[in-house]
């Protein structure tokens, strides 16, 4: 009988790989992709969060990620997202009522959509760092 054999003969089974699962900014990243194409799709807040927290928060709790954190960005996604996405009635309304087209007013608020977008990911950051 070797190491590797039980008294049966049989071989015992090796040590088992740890599954190494992402940190909490790869985490962060795939809500937030997540929530973005939601957020595109269902332009309801509370719809596109019945449909993704289920998935992300278990996702949140096994990468050791903060649930108030996962929601944060979840939130913070969706509220950027309807700022300029198409299927907001309130973004496409905005538009028609200032008798704008929607190409113009993207080109004059796509550089306040990337401050946002580089502070929320900056805040969201911070609150999984220091959670």
Do not use: E
């Amino acid at each position: 009988m070797t190491d590797a054999t039980t008294a049966t003969g049989q071989p015992q089974p090796g040590p088992r790989r740890k599954v190494a699962f992402p940190g909490a900014l790869t985490v962060l990243v795939i809500v937030t992709v997540a929530v973005w194409l939601l957020a595109f799709l269902i332009p309801s807040t509370s719809g596109h969060a019945t449909l993704a927290m289920p998935i992300l928060a278990p996702l949140a709790d096994f990468a050791g990620v903060s649930r108030a954190v996962v929601v944060t960005a979840g939130q913070a996604a969706s509220g950027w997202m309807n700022l300029w996405v198409p299927t907001t009635a309130v973004t496409i309304g905005g538009v028609a009522l200032a008798k704008v087209g929607y190409d113009r007013c993207l080109r004059f608020v796509w550089p306040l959509l990337a401050v946002l977008a580089v502070l929320i990911c900056g805040f969201v950051a911070l609150g999984a760092a220091f959670t």
